[in-house]
Nanobody
Framework: QVQLVESGGGVVQAGGSLRLSCAAS????????LGWFRQAPGKEREFVAA????????YYADSVKGRFTISRDNAKNTVYLQMNSLKVEDTAVYYC???????????????????WGQGTQVTVSS
């Protein structure tokens, strides 16, 4: 079992930056692909970014490419999402997730992930 706890959300003006962190418990964290998703009010949860178990491969939604960076520190059991040039439309609850299927390719699909954090609110004001 893996438990995920996000932090770092808050209120920021458009054009600003935030860094989200997701701390994980469990010995097998370093074996899992990880992802960040977000859900805005009245909208479905959507993929933001993913990182492979080694950190060597990353993938981003087109809407955040060039602005967001996902990274991980397996020694600290933590995954990060650096968000720059934030836009009002980035406002959402952000969730980190872990895929326990070792060896699977990174996925953009929420149902591929087995463990989820409780979410952290990011609000971007104009």
């Amino acid at each position: 079992q893996v438990q995920l706890v996000e932090s770092g959300g808050g209120v920021v003006q458009a054009g600003g930056s935030l860094r989200l962190s997701c701390a994980a418990s469990g010995r097998t964290f370093s074996n899992y692909n990880l992802g960040w998703f977000r859900q805005a009010p009245g909208k479905e949860r959507e993929f933001v970014a993913a990182i492979s178990w080694s950190g060597g491969n990353t993938y981003y939604a087109d809407s955040v490419k060039g602005r967001f960076t996902i990274s991980r520190d397996n020694a600290k059991n933590t995954v990060y999402l650096q968000m720059n040039s934030l836009k009002v439309e980035d406002t959402a609850v952000y969730y980190c997730a872990a895929d326990r299927d070792i060896g699977r390719r990174m996925s953009v699909l929420s149902y591929a992930y087995d463990y989820w954090g409780q979410g952290t609110q990011v609000t971007v004001s104009s």
